[in-house]
């Protein structure tokens, strides 16, 4: 339904009745007690069910060496092009 006339205050109240946020159900891990989203991992743990199905530490680990490895090629980079300017100004 459009709305496309005037409303009354009590009439936009009563429609705004409905738009309140509630509390996501949560439920509790049975490996750490953390909370999680029902019928989902454990984002603390990589837990479903009382079974590993997501090694997250190893996750982790690798995001880290991704990240490091980057962050060393990009200093690289910065390293010759800084090589590259002082070569230019020496000329
Ligand atoms: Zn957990």
Redesign the pocket.
Known sequence: MVVRMRHTRSHTGNRRSHHALKNPEMAI??????H?RPHHM??????YNGRQVLDLKAKADARATRVAARQGMRRAAKGEADAVETTETAK
Request: with cysteine; aromatic share 8%.
């Open positions: 891990c049975k490996n750490c007690n953390g999680h454990c984002l603390n743990c990589g837990f």
